[in-house]
């Protein structure tokens, strides 16, 4: 699945899919589902069975949460530290 354009947001907030996050990042499926499901990655729209997610914010957050992997922190302290849960 290719990133569809038509879900932008007038090309300010641009979309991207499950696929694309694996595809850009390097990480399986399961982890980007582990990541929504955990809160981490939040959905911005669906289609479907298909998800799409703000890429403003996926950059951001997977910058981050491989910076803070690397550094020895569980995703539960991870997600504490974007988030506050």
Do not use: C, W
């Not at 907030?13 to 499901?37: E, G």
């Amino acid at each position: 699945m290719r990133d569809n354009n038509k879900y932008n947001n007038g090309g300010k907030n641009k979309l991207i899919s499950a696929r694309s996050i694996m595809n850009r990042y390097k990480v399986s499926y399961q982890t980007v589902n582990h990541y929504t499901d955990f809160g981490l990655l939040p959905v911005s729209a669906k289609k479907g069975n298909a998800r799409f997610y703000s890429k403003v914010v996926v950059d951001l957050r997977m910058k981050k949460i491989k910076k803070l992997r690397e550094e020895g922190y569980s995703l539960r302290l991870i997600r504490k530290k974007l988030i506050g849960i």
